[in-house]
């Protein structure tokens, strides 16, 4: 792959917020960007080893260019609090506010089982969601607003890059009405689908203009998108075009608007559909999850003179606990996810309690030693 520009000299220390901003954009940086996700419970063992203080932020703790804020609640009924229907020591089965019968583990994270759900169709989407979602009486119902204010002035005080981040359509549609529901409207009542992507990606961004306007703009936005499983996405790049893609477009061009970029995160195997987001106007794709099927260096060498990417290091090197094998994949694909700029470094899925804290801080130190240009 031939890169376009000529590499330039930089000043060797760049400020969090510069660093990635140029990253974002594929210029010459001092060195690769870091960031990270954990779940709560590494957090939670790596305080009670005493590693990490209670209470302190782990971007902070790391040293990470980046941090982020503004989630926004994309239930049907914001205000509605939690009713526990079912209860035993393990689990509680739980109804949100979007009617949906969910399944949680009490003392572990994890994805809750999908049990049942009130939006099946187009007819129950219009009687009990839709209408709710165009209340723009609510929609400072669904932000906060002063977390989101203080998470901003903490980048600002320290120069990191300061992300909105929040879901987007797909993963605002299938909580609503679940993946076979969803997945069998694009098939049987595309329309119903493509009003749903519509009636989410208005929202979001009237929510979007109402934080802005009292808080301040980010720096750039972070879109979750969980659009793949295991070597295969949910929906093929035509389903894609004809029914997401148009909301994808109307947000990304929201966010260019205010001169931010687009990061993109999506679980699974998404390659099939990495054309379709770059010409939507996503700018970086994160995580790139090795299980399912992605590849770092062959995405960085198809699309790196388009895009920029965050991840791809495969998490069960650093589950191992072996610093050997940490240091191979480091050595496989950082080279060349870094050449010409572009990359942010990060596991393709999120830090695990099966890490250690030595080995996450391993992998950590390798990495800027090794994506230093």
Not at 270 to 288: F, N, R, S, T, Y
Not at 346 to 369: A, M, Q
Request: glycine fraction near 8%.
């Amino acid at each position: 792959m031939k890169y376009k520009f000529q590499w330039e000299s930089v000043m060797s220390e760049l400020t969090s917020r510069e660093r990635i901003s140029r990253i974002l954009k594929r210029r010459p940086v001092d060195r690769v960007g870091v960031f990270e996700s954990f779940w709560g419970d590494t957090q939670a063992h790596w305080i009670e080893q005493g590693h990490v203080k209670e209470g302190e932020d782990m971007a902070d703790h790391f040293g990470f260019d980046v941090h982020s804020a503004g989630w926004l609640n994309s239930e049907a009924d914001p205000d509605h609090k939690e009713e526990i229907v079912e209860e035993t020591e393990e689990w509680k089965l739980v109804r949100n506010g979007n009617g949906a019968l969910l399944k949680w583990w009490k003392h572990k994270s994890g994805t809750p089982e999908h049990v049942d759900f009130l939006v099946k169709d187009r007819a129950g989407w219009e009687e009990h969601a839709r209408p709710l979602l165009l209340d723009e009486t609510r929609l400072r119902d669904r932000v906060d607003v002063e977390g989101y204010r203080r998470w901003r002035n903490h980048c600002i005080e320290r120069r990191q890059f300061f992300f909105w981040a929040g879901v987007s359509v797909f993963e605002q549609m299938h909580p609503m009405c679940g993946h076979e529901y969803m997945l069998m409207g694009m098939a049987l009542d595309p329309d119903w689908v493509k009003d749903m992507c519509e009636v989410y990606a208005d929202m979001t961004m009237k929510v979007q203009r109402i934080l802005f306007a009292e808080a301040g703009p980010p720096d750039g936005f972070f879109f979750y998108e969980d659009m793949g499983f295991k070597h295969k996405p949910f929906l093929s790049p035509a389903m894609y075009r004809d029914i997401v893609w148009p909301s994808h477009k109307k947000l990304f061009d929201y966010a260019h608007s205010l001169g931010c970029p687009v990061m993109v995160h999506s679980c699974g195997f998404v390659e099939p559909l990495v054309p379709g987001l770059i010409d939507a106007g996503m700018d970086c794709l994160q995580a790139m999850e090795v299980k399912a099927g992605m590849d770092l260096v062959e995405l960085k060498k198809k699309y790196g003179d388009r895009i920029a990417f965050c991840g791809g290091m495969d998490i069960r090197t650093l589950e191992s606990n072996d610093v050997k094998q940490v240091e191979a994949e480091l050595r496989k694909k950082l080279p060349t996810a870094m050449a010409g700029g572009g990359y942010i470094l990060h596991t393709d899925h999120s830090i695990s309690t099966r890490v250690n804290y030595e080995t996450y801080r391993y992998f950590l130190r390798r990495g800027l030693e090794i994506g230093t240009y």
